[in-house]
Nanobody
Framework: QVQLVESGGGLVQAGGSLRLSCAAS????????MAWYRQAPGKQRDLVAS???????NYADSLKGRFTISRDNGKNMVYLQMNSLKPEDTAVYYC????????WGQGTQVTVSS
C-alpha cells in the first residue's frame, strides 16, 4: 500500500518560514520523482516545485528564491523549505510521487497571516 504523508503545515506570520515534510512508503522511493503542489480555495492545484531521482530541481517561477525542495532517499522523505512566506502562499500543500504512475498525499494546510 502506497502512502504519502505530509506534515509541517500550520499558521505562520508573513515573513516567517515553514518546512514541510513528506514521508513515502510502499514505493521504491529512489525510482520516483517527487513534487510539491498547492491549492488555494477556489483555485486549481498548481506545481510548486519538483525534484528528479537525481536531485535536479524545478520551481514555479514566482517561487524561485523563496522555496527549496530537497529529498533524502535514505529516509524516503521529501522536503519543502518555505521562507519569506506571504499571505498568498496560503493553501493546502500536496506531495506527489511519480514514475510510471503517480501517487498523492492527503495534503497539509499552510496559512500565512498578514
Amino acid at each position: 500500500q502506497v502512502q504519502l504523508v505530509e506534515s509541517g503545515g500550520g499558521l505562520v506570520q508573513a515573513g516567517g518560514s515553514l518546512r514541510l515534510s513528506c514521508a513515502a512508503s510502499g514505493i521504491i522511493f529512489s525510482n520516483y520523482a517527487m513534487a510539491w503542489y498547492r491549492q488555494a480555495p477556489g483555485k486549481q492545484r498548481d506545481l510548486v516545485a519538483s525534484i528528479t531521482v537525481r536531485g535536479n530541481t524545478n520551481y514555479a517561477d514566482s517561487l524561485k528564491g523563496r522555496f527549496t525542495i530537497s529529498r533524502d532517499n535514505g529516509k524516503n522523505m521529501v522536503y519543502l523549505q518555505m521562507n519569506s512566506l506571504k499571505p498568498e502562499d496560503t493553501a493546502v500543500y500536496y506531495c506527489k510521487a511519480y514514475f510510471w504512475r503517480e501517487y498523492w498525499g492527503q495534503g497539509t494546510q499552510v496559512t500565512v497571516s498578514s
